[in-house]
């Protein structure tokens, strides 16, 4: 047998290295069966700290997939124990046990996979003192540590030293920038600063994600970060939480920041020097761009909404409405303190270019759908330049920029107009759905048809007619509800309000067809086409014995 020289020999050793080995990993705490090696879903890692296994063998390149259920850092009540994230390895939340690739899952929320402070399981019973100071931990991370689809919840930082303090939901220092994305942030509590999180000398982002009744102590209920860098917030939702100083989101001594499409709601900055949602100051710069700052509160200062103390802040294309100093009053000065606003809509009224103050006319507040109606004066008045290159999706994951038709465009730039507020209202038009035909009274009835795609563009729709008496005018109504109701010796499909758009098609051949261009933007100012409305249109004309006739009708739904 011949043996290979030794240098060559140490070769294919040498070629396996550990990201060689990188692959997909599988946690069950549900599992009892299987070789819980999590080579598969059949042999997942198991139990309660099936996670954490996970991670200790995890190498640069793996994604972990991790099944509905309770995980724990640590069994032996080690408070300072917690999920530490590795370089290159991501994990996903939210699975149900046969996933091959992170869109396999189901919508998230609805397979709850859950990471939870609570070491020895008694926090029912309000005993939270034994509970990991940090659910998260990232230290010199990359952006190439993902964390997606799960719910943070039981953090609780109350001792002093090592950052024990602050960031009981996710503590990110030391230059980490992970990725989260889709993840609610709950429950969590420190006594320094940031309940659901603490950044220092760090850059993450956080996208489509929740931070709901968590806890801050002196500095930031949700948030707080300092000497941070390039964090960004974009499409999350900040609800419920509690700070003695900036109720929701703390940014001291911080450079470009970026906040947007973000909502921030029934906030409560508890002491004397904070905004009820956000307080920025001590340097820096921020971007507030597109959020909805609403029902915020000041308990014992003025400022329930945005408070700036000495940062450079771009304030544009938002809503601050309803936001309550200690006093419960609501007017500007409870909205924004401390930086100008362009583009914005302030309740009481802000100076600034494209301003306005007017009711934004949100669809129920007082529930918290904070989606803007038809009639809002937020409607296409926003600042296509304010908009960050990268965002293309407001809050709901709908498109930014879309163009409500029949609206004058209140803003800057070209259109589409981006809206205000975290919320856009979603115009695209839709497929065409039928109303049921009503005949006519007399002769051969006129049919309304949309061959192929009736929309040529946002606001032109060409329709198709058949059965015109030669040598007729004829003219377009419309409405959006349906009626059928006899209108002299024909019948009308339609219900009240009628439009009618005078725009006339004279029949000049004997087939008694032809296409009529139907252009909306003719339609009376204050008219509003809303995502999810069916207008329906029918053609009017007379025959020879100069008797009204109307055509069967045809719905047009906008999605």
């Avoid at 003192?129 to 719910?151: E, K």
């Avoid at 920038?177 to 603490?198: H, K, L, M, Q, V």
């Avoid at 930086?339 to 270019?353: D, F």
């Avoid at 494209?354 to 296409?380: H, M, T, Y």
Wanted: hydrophobic share 40%; proline share 4%; glycine share 16%.
């Amino acid at each position: 047998m011949k043996h290979l020289p030794l240098a060559l020999a140490v070769v294919p050793a040498l070629l396996l290295s550990p990201s060689s080995l990188a692959g997909d990993l599988f946690v069950d705490v549900n599992a009892t069966a299987g070789a819980s090696d999590g080579s598969s879903w059949s042999n997942a890692f198991q139990g309660p700290l099936g996670l954490k296994d996970a991670l200790a063998a995890a190498v640069t390149g793996d994604r972990i997939f991790v099944a509905q259920g309770t995980y724990l850092p640590s069994s032996t009540g080690t408070r300072t124990q917690s999920f530490g994230l590795k370089d290159g390895v991501e994990l996903y939340g939210g699975c149900v046990g046969t996933e091959a690739e992170p869109e396999d899952r189901p919508a998230i929320g609805s397979a709850p996979t859950i990471l939870s402070a609570d070491l020895n399981g008694n926090d029912a019973s309000g005993i939270i003192t034994d509970n990991s100071y940090h659910v998260i931990r990232g230290f010199s991370v990359s952006a190439s540590a993902v964390v997606d689809g799960f719910v943070v919840r039981g953090g609780f930082a109350n001792a002093g030293g090592s950052n024990n303090d602050r960031g009981a939901g996710i503590l990110c220092t030391n230059g980490s920038s992970p990725t989260i994305r889709s993840c609610s942030f709950e429950d969590n509590r420190c006594n320094f600063g940031g309940g659901a999180g603490y950044i220092n000398g760090a850059s993450p982002t956080f996208t489509d994600c929740q931070f709901i009744d968590n806890l801050g102590g002196s500095f930031g209920g949700a948030f707080d970060m300092a000497t941070a860098s390039g964090v960004r917030f974009d499409r999350c939702t900040f609800t419920g939480n509690r700070a003695n100083r900036a109720g929701a989101l703390e940014i001291f001594a911080s450079s470009g920041i970026v906040v947007t499409n973000c909502v921030f709601r029934d906030n409560v900055a508890t002491g004397s020097g904070g905004g009820g949602a956000l307080w920025l100051g001590s340097g820096g710069s921020a971007q507030v761009v597109n959020c909805t700052i609403v029902g915020n509160r000041g308990q014992t200062t003025t400022v329930g909404g945005l408070l700036n103390q000495g940062t450079s802040v771009t304030l544009r294309n938002s809503i601050l409405w309803g936001n309550e100093g200690s006093n419960g009053a609501t007017n500007a000065n409870n909205q924004l303190v401390g930086a100008s606003a362009q583009y914005c809509l302030v309740q009481g009224g802000v100076s600034g270019t494209g301003n306005v103050s007017a009711d934004p006319e949100f669809v129920d507040q007082a529930a918290g759908d904070l989606r803007v109606l038809g009639s809002s004066p937020a409607i296409d008045a926003g600042s296509n330049a304010a908009v960050p290159g990268t965002v293309t999706l407001d809050a709901a994951g709908g498109e930014r920029f879309q163009d409500l038709l029949l609206v004058a465009d209140s803003g800057a730039g070209t259109a589409p107009v981006v809206d205000l507020g975290a919320f856009e209202l979603q115009t695209e038009l839709g497929e065409e759905v039928a109303c049921t035909p009503q005949p006519n009274s007399t002769g051969s009835p006129s049919v309304l048809a949309a061959n192929g795609s009736p929309f040529l563009n946002d606001n032109l729709v060409r329709l198709d007619v058949t059965g015109l008496p030669t040598g007729q005018f004829a003219y377009f109504v419309l409405s959006d509800a349906t009626g059928n109701a006899s209108v002299g010796s024909g019948t009308l499909c339609l219900g009240p309000p009628i439009v009618r758009l005078y725009a006339s098609l004279l029949n000049t051949g004997a087939a008694g067809s032809g296409s009529f261009v139907v252009d909306l933007t003719a339609l009376p100012q204050g008219t509003v086409i809303a995502a999810g409305e069916t207008w329906n249109f029918q053609l009017w004309h007379r025959d020879q014995g100069a008797t009204s006739n109307f055509s069967n009708a045809l719905g047009l739904t906008w999605e």
